[in-house]
């Protein structure tokens, strides 16, 4: 049995503004990203209770409670506290709190890195925020830091959407990224897109194969690809110490040579290394691709 790997980290935290249709259709605008976070607290308060009967308990229900979100910071810039809390900046560049500020609906989403070396991703759905409480200490003989904490609550989107079998309201989506029939899409838009529910994200094409073939270089140390067929823009070589695995149309190469000509010598390599070779579109990104453990007779002498 697999280990669950356990969460380490957490960063990459954004957030986006969020307006609800009249049949409840969230729409998402303004993706900020929030940087310098501390820690991240999402917690749901659920609630369990039981009914006796009979002279023993007899029937459970569980209720999900408010969703509060404490989101600790190095410090929250003016630009943050307009965004997530609704006040206003005037033409000097100041931040003017009105006392009837409404802070704006919001997501936030960021991910979690695990000791395996993969990501948790998140999205909560739809919350707000309030003025944080402050504290500032005067200087003393050490460095005391001071850090900004703002807390919100979160509820479950109007709109209902159906997910296994089953309709829900949906205030929480989360993807972990090495688990069976993950989207590699949906990871690859998780910060500049609100992952709904069924999305329509295609899956990536494979990478068809690139013919290629790796041999030793004209100069000292040097290896080349010679490659059949025409680049569709260019091709792009790099090279590097592991395996990527599986490259995707469109995907944006590791490369160290862009463009490269075929049969060219690649200096600068190891025996053991890897060797990636692309063709390129017009945009820079995949069309075809081959990757070569570098042995002893890839490498001139």
């Known amino acids: 049995m697999n280990k669950t790997a356990t969460r380490i980290g957490c960063d990459n935290v954004v957030g986006a503004l969020l307006t609800?249709?009249?049949?409840?259709?969230?729409t998402y605008t303004g993706i900020t990203t929030l940087p310098g976070l501390i820690n991240l607290t999402i917690n749901p308060n659920a609630s369990t209770e039981t009914l006796f009967a009979d002279d023993g308990p007899n029937e459970t229900a569980t209720a999900l409670g408010k969703v509060e979100v404490d989101i600790e910071k190095n410090a929250l810039s003016t630009a943050e506290k307009a965004?997530?809390?609704?006040h206003a900046v005037d033409a000097n560049g100041g931040l003017v709190f009105g006392a009837t500020d409404v802070p704006p609906w919001v997501a936030i989403g960021f991910r979690t890195l695990k000791s395996n070396g993969t990501y948790r991703y998140v999205w909560l759905y739809k919350g707000k925020f309030v003025d944080p409480e402050e504290k500032n200490d005067t200087k003393g003989d050490t460095v005391k830091f001071a850090t900004d904490t703002i807390k919100g609550q979160f509820?479950?989107?109007?709109?209902?959407?159906?997910?296994?079998?089953?309709?829900?309201?949906?205030?929480?989506y989360e993807v972990d990224e090495e688990a069976t029939g993950i989207n590699p899409n949906v990871i690859k838009q998780w910060f500049t897109t609100v992952i709904l529910p069924g999305a329509i994200i295609a899956f990536p094409t494979t990478a068809p194969a690139l013919s290629v073939v790796a041999a030793a270089g004209t100069a000292s140390g040097a290896t080349k690809a010679t490659i059949t067929g025409t680049a569709t823009s260019a091709f792009a070589v790099g090279i590097g110490a592991v395996s990527l695995g599986t490259v995707y149309v469109g995907d944006a190469p590791k490369a160290t040579i862009n463009p490269y000509t075929s049969a060219a010598d690649i200096t600068g390599v190891a025996i053991g290394q890897f060797l990636y070779v692309y063709d390129l579109d017009a945009t820079g990104l995949v069309v075809k691709y081959?990757?070569?453990q570098l042995v002893t007779g890839d490498i001139k002498a």
Request: aromatic residues 12%; glycine residues 12%; proline residues 6%.
């Open 155 to 172: 509820v479950m989107l109007s709109k209902t959407y159906t997910v296994g079998g089953k309709a829900r309201k949906p205030y929480k």
């Open 83 to 86: 965004f997530l809390l609704g």
């Open 20 to 26: 609800e249709a009249a049949d409840g259709t969230p």
């Open 290 to 292: 081959f990757e070569r």
